[in-house]
């Protein structure tokens, strides 16, 4: 199941308390579906324990038996058959059958958590999620412009850093950053996928640092084996040019030394000298060599 399938199968087993928050809930998926008006009410969705929980939720706040099939592309739509009966349906939210425009009645809110309710829906009706180990990204899928300001303006007055874009000829609401989504979940009534969201967020947070962690290592090793190599050079040529035995007896042991072992560290060169010096001294006699080197370039 993709976490889209998980978050609404966990948001259609929450039992609603009151009866304003059911009304909400069933306006946000009915107000977001794929109409809205005295013509036709329909709405979709590809889980049908979503569409179980809108037609038991609307059969119970307005007594309408709402007709529900199933498309041969396994998607699921329910329908409100009959005009006396989307009449029914639009009154009961507060919609004029001759409304040109859709727009959020806030009069069908009694609270904070009925508008919490109503986000439920609409995610319900149009949202989806990406999955979270490959991106944090929320949206909402509207048909209409003006709807789709309502809810935006919903989501950022509830201090959600949401995001209008047109893409072809839908109007989606986003929002990006997963502690927006984290807020968002649990205020919709969806702790569980919220706090999968913070696991999976600390998951990739750990393998980053270590990746990171490793590549810095990694490029530390590169730098010190190339460091090594090129000392190396430098020794032979001081070998060919004038010989080892020009150099004072503390360049001539560690020259040997390095060239023996041109993946050593400074730390482990200086430790195994006849008389053991610390890493900047191993670092400056180096130096000292290549300079020696240099001259015969």
């Not at 036709?40 to 038996?65: L, N, P, Q, R």
């Not at 001759?98 to 829906?121: K, M, Q, T």
């Not at 935006?152 to 929002?175: F, G, M, N, P, Q």
């Not at 032979?236 to 007896?249: A, P, T, V, W």
Request: charged fraction near 25%; include cysteine; charge should be neutral.
């Amino acid at each position: 199941m993709s976490f889209t399938a998980d978050v609404k199968t966990e948001l259609s087993d929450i039992s609603l308390l009151s009866q304003a928050q059911k009304k909400a809930y069933a306006y946000g998926f009915l107000l977001f579906g794929k109409s809205f008006n005295n013509r036709t009410v329909t709405c979709a969705s590809d889980y049908k324990c979503v569409i179980d929980s809108f037609s038991s939720v609307i059969s119970e706040i307005t007594g309408i038996e709402v007709s529900v099939s199933e498309l041969k592309s396994g998607k699921w739509v329910m329908k409100v058959p009959t005009v006396a009966e989307r009449r029914t349906l639009l009154e009961a939210f507060d919609h004029s059958v001759n409304e040109i425009s859709l727009r959020i009645n806030h009069g069908n809110f009694e609270d904070d958590e009925c508008y919490y309710a109503f986000l439920r829906g609409a995610f319900m009706s149009c949202g989806s999620l990406s999955d979270p180990n490959k991106g944090y990204h929320l949206e909402f899928v509207v048909q209409h412009n003006k709807l789709s300001n309502d809810l935006l303006k919903i989501l950022t007055d509830s201090e959600l850093s949401a995001k209008y874009i047109l893409r072809k000829y839908s109007h989606v609401i986003y929002i990006k950053g997963s502690e927006n989504i984290e807020d968002l979940l649990t205020m919709m009534g969806a702790p569980n996928s919220s706090l999968q969201l913070m696991g999976i967020k600390v998951q990739k947070d750990v393998r980053n640092k270590i990746n990171r962690k490793m590549n810095f290592e990694s490029a530390n090793m590169n730098r010190a084996i190339e460091a090594g190599l090129a000392q190396v050079e430098a020794i032979e040529i001081i070998e060919r040019k004038q010989g080892l035995d020009s150099l004072s007896d503390e360049l001539k042991e560690l020259a040997i030394l390095r060239k023996e072992n041109p993946d050593m560290s400074l730390k482990e060169l200086g430790s195994v000298l006849s008389v053991p010096i610390s890493r900047s001294g191993v670092n400056h006699r180096l130096a000292k060599l290549v300079s020696i080197a240099d001259k015969y370039r």
